[in-house]
């Protein structure tokens, strides 16, 4: 029998099983599934690695985004803030330029090195006019949470699961949480 959209249904019963037994689902799984059930079953079922390199904007995304968890968890640790302000503006810098070099050879850009080049400068002036951009603003919100779980019952500082209805649960990372003064 076919499923929605003819989509041939699932009849193994251990995978039926495991899968009736599964509760808590990411974000982005859910997404994959509403996307394309077949890419979604390939992908986090039967796990089967990808094939095509990562495309280079989601590398420079993962790199920016590493890069910038780096520079506030040291500022808070320099600083005990993970605010930048102009009084920080150059150590926000040092620690960018640190963790750009740290992580630039885990997180390549491209398979091509003239476009890793490129890429890594270009990288670099933007996370430069965040930083700037971030020191002028002077929010009065603080940096209080980095890499936030919600939904791993495993890590010791995480939130409990997104509850959705019908028994789904949502786990995930969120990436930053600014609060304002008193913790709210």
Sequence with gaps: SKAPGGIEAL???RLL???AQRSMWSASS???WAACPVKWFVEKTLRAEDLD???EAL???GLAHAVLNDVLSGLREQTGSARITPATLAAAQRLMQEALRRHAG???LSVLPEREAVGMRRL????QRYLRHAAEEESALEPAHLELPFGFPEEREALP???LGDGVLLRGRIDRVDVGAGGE
């Design 11 to 13: 009849r193994d019963e």
């Design 124 to 127: 670099q002036a933007d996370l």
């Design 30 to 32: 859910l997404e994959l």
């Design 106 to 108: 885990q997180r390549p």
């Design 53 to 55: 390199p990562d495309s």
């Design 161 to 163: 699961p997104l509850d």
């Design 59 to 61: 590398a420079k995304g």
């Design 17 to 19: 099983a495991e899968l």
